[in-house]
């Protein structure tokens, strides 16, 4: 594990683990900063039931560090979810560490996951967040005694990121305008001062 790998050999041995659930993978290297260093990102689509099995083989690769598990609704002409689960991986070197972007499709009649706290207990939060948020039923977490994200008393199967006929009541969306802009705030800096 104390081998570093360059983008294309990690995209390689995803693929050869994954097999026919990796359904697309292609590396993006985009430069950043004012010194533009470069910074590649792995994108992978795989199958939704190969999410686990993927994170494990991540792992094999190099501990990867999750960034987060983001998710949007395709809109109402779509009956999916796009799931992403966003790693960091660091080889401890300059210019070695590359984000790793499995995504898939979760079906918005079937939202359920696996969880992977099982891997990385650090992952509760954001798959409480995505079940929140989203709707989606993450296999193995447990319950939460209360929500984290949403008020108490947001209404059941309500999901602020669906984009479907449930929204959000009327009666909980603030016009956070109504008291009127701020005074006597100071401006800005600018950025040369």
Known sequence: ???IYTPAEVAEKLKAALGDSML??????????????????????IKREAIHF????????????LSCISGYDKGAKDPNLRIQY?????????????????????PKADPHIPTITDLMEGAAFTEQEK??????????????????????????????LRKDEKRIPDS????LWACGRPENRPPAPLEDE
């Not at 993978?25 to 910074?39: L, M, P, W």
């Not at 909980?172 to 016009?175: F, G, L, Q, T, Y």
């Open 54 to 65: 993927a994170v494990e083989e991540l792992m094999k690769i190099r501990y990867p560090h």
């Open 1 to 3: 594990m104390d081998e």
């Open 131 to 160: 079940r929140e948020y989203l709707g989606i039923i993450v296999d193995g977490l447990p319950e939460a005694k209360h929500r984290f994200f949403l008020p108490q008393d947001f209404p059941k199967d309500v999901y602020p």
């Open 24 to 45: 697309d993978s292609s590396i993006r290297v985009r430069a950043e900063g004012v010194k533009k260093r470069e910074n590649s990102n792995i994108w992978i689509t």
């Open 86 to 106: 966003i790693f960091s991986l660091y080889g401890g070197i300059e210019n070695t560490e590359c984000m790793v972007i499995i995504s898939f499709d979760l």
């Open 172 to 175: 909980m969306i603030k016009d």
